[in-house]
């Protein structure tokens, strides 16, 4: 098992990463300083069914008292419907302040019980158990939970950080071929931006971590997790830092919310936008049209897709490239790459966008 520290003064706390650590989950929460009690487990359908039992197991044996709420699995599960059925199963099982909420699943209930877990009683401790590549290094490290918003993404949420992160690489055996490719954009993410070696091993390696041997996993979730926790424990709040982290993000997100919730997983989105950024990289950034090009076939091995949708430039589109949360003064702050391996950023406005990319 690795231990990666997210250093945030009152707020840290570790990510444990390893094969088969589900069955210690009670055991790392309580020397997480969780208290034993009544405590929920929040989860989809598809994930309760494979490893909701283990977890209330682990769970029980280290005093605590788990009730599980399951939502059906899916972006759509983000929502303020979704999201007053867990207050309402929350205040029936009689949780109080001390109580946990464990989130496991993948990136949307982590959203979700995150986002719970911060506004029920106006705080509770919250355990991250992620169970997907994307929530595994990315989302559940940083604090950020939302719901969505009809107009946007993620527009409703706070920065709230879990007591714990749980990431046993193990459960990613279980996830269908395309929800595991979609989490290697993250992946990838993080060379692009900060790590180009990462690039190099990525290329090397990539057959056997789609094969999903469970050594070379540890290894990229923790590598992934550990350049997370250096950027959030500098810049929790995406005051600078960390908005490198949404390369191919901004249209990404755009692409999610035009095309309607669900068309596309998350990282797909992200693939596109990853693409397009480099697009957008060359013409104001000076990044080379060659590592443009490897960027993208490495994208393009890991089974993801790199184009634009059909229609993409639509009313939809523009109000959500409008909506996103690194706007100001009517331009957005977007992340760009010189190299492989280093960012900058520009603001441009919608329009420099659009036109770069028709």
Known sequence: MRTIRIELGHASHDAQVGANILDRLGELAHDAGLKPGSCAVVTDATVE????ARVEDSLRKSGFTP??????????????PTLELLYDRMTA???????????????????????????????????????????Q???????????????????????????LIVADVTTLATLPDREFREGLAEVIKYGAIMDAPMIVDLERDLDSILARHPDLLEQVVARSLAHKAAVVSADEREGGLRKSLNFGHTIGHAIETSAGYGSYFHGEAVAIGMVAAS????????????????????????????????????????????????????????????????????????????????
């Open 67 to 80: 009730a599980v709420i399951s939502v059906p699995p899916g972006e759509a599960s983000k929502s303020f």
């Open 93 to 135: 099982i009689g949780l109080d302040r001390n109580s946990a909420v464990f989130a496991l699943g993948g990136g949307v209930v982590g959203d979700l019980a995150g986002f719970a877990a911060a506004t029920f009683l106006r705080g509770m401790p919250l355990v991250q158990v992620p169970t997907t590549v994307v929530a």
């Open 137 to 163: 290094v990315d989302s559940a490290l940083g604090g950020k939970t939302a719901i969505n918003h009809r107009h946007a993404k993620n527009l409703i949420g706070a920065f709230y950080q879990p007591r």
């Open 279 to 358: 697009r957008l990289s060359s013409k104001y950034a000076g990044f080379s049209a060659d590592e443009a090009s490897r960027l993208q076939r490495l994208i393009e091995r890991a089974g993801l897709p790199t184009a634009m949708p059909d229609g993409w430039r639509s009313d939809d589109f523009l109000r959500a490239l409008g909506l996103d949360k690194k706007r100001a003064q009517g331009a957005i702050e977007f992340v760009l790459l010189d190299r492989l391996g280093h960012y900058l950023t520009k603001s441009l406005s919608p329009d420099d966008i659009v036109s770069s990319l028709s």
């Open 49 to 52: 069914k494979l490893y909701a």
